[in-house]
């Protein structure tokens, strides 16, 4: 890439500051002061340096978030506060986005990255991609209701869902379940316990694909990927 774009995406200033960088000769390219930003490079295996200090150039980022209720799950909106306001600017940068949604009232497990392909392959109903809930619900979840989300359920539009793996956590006027789906439809929890006469009170994302949400962090917190839930997680999605 050229070098002026490496270093604005990394944080070193606008592409007329870096102008100032390279003419000053403090940005080098293996050691060699370069003041050309149409200068291509390879981060990767190169060693690019401002003022001595090297730049540490990576192409994407993994956030791992527990999403806040009241938040949406979207790169911006004019009126309502996004999960891309909770992180830190230093990660607009790689202007990232949240993989898949969660309403507006939902909390929970919601990564965040810049990495399209990685985020299309989690999504894809083709890869059956898991994702569970926990949820309480105004109403009495039976075993008719675990064996009629096994069948699948026809939602409110004609829609019958792909088959869902419920479990009763508790059963009586609120009941408390977790329920694991493979594909992500509109509202698709609520409109299921819909389908059976149910209504969702409190929904959070405990988990998607392999990885769990991580219970140290509270709502509205966020930290990177480890380089093993990071390779789960691509061992998962390439299946």
């Known amino acids: ?31 060699k002061p370069v003041k050309d930003g149409k200068h291509q490079v390879n981060p990767e295996k190169q060693t690019v340096s401002v003022n001595g200090e090297e730049v540490h150039y990576r192409e994407f980022i993994y956030l791992m978030m527990n999403k806040p209720q009241g938040v949406i ?19 607009h940068l790689f202007e990232p986005f949240p993989v898949g949604r969660l309403d507006k009232d939902t909390e929970g ?19 059956h991609v898991a994702k569970t809930y926990f949820a309480r619900i105004n109403g009495t979840v039976t075993e008719d209701d675990i064996k009629a989300f096994k069948e699948g359920v026809t939602l409110d ?3 019958k869902t792909k088959p869902g793996e419920l479990v009763i956590l508790s059963a009586g006027e609120t009941s ?18 819909q389908a059976v006469g149910k209504e969702v009170t409190f929904l959070k994302r405990r988990s998607m694909g392999p990885l769990e949400l991580d219970q140290n962090l509270d709502p509205g917190e ?17 299946k």
């Open 1 to 31: 890439m050229r070098l002026d774009k490496l270093l604005s995406n990394m944080g070193y200033g606008s592409r007329k500051e870096m102008k100032k960088w390279l003419k000053s000769g403090s940005v080098t390219v293996d050691g």
């Open 73 to 91: 799950s979207a790169t911006e909106d004019g009126m309502h506060e996004t999960v891309i306001d909770l992180i830190d600017p230093e990660y």
């Open 109 to 127: 497990f919601l990564l965040l990255t810049n990495d399209g392909g990685l985020s299309h392959d989690l999504l894809s109903p083709k890869k």
């Open 157 to 159: 539009d004609g829609y």
């Open 176 to 193: 408390e379940i977790e329920l694991t789906i493979t594909e992500g439809k509109f509202h698709q929890v609520k409109r299921m316990f």
């Open 222 to 238: 966020y930290r990177e990927l480890t380089v093993e839930e990071l390779t789960q997680l691509k061992n998962r999605s390439s």
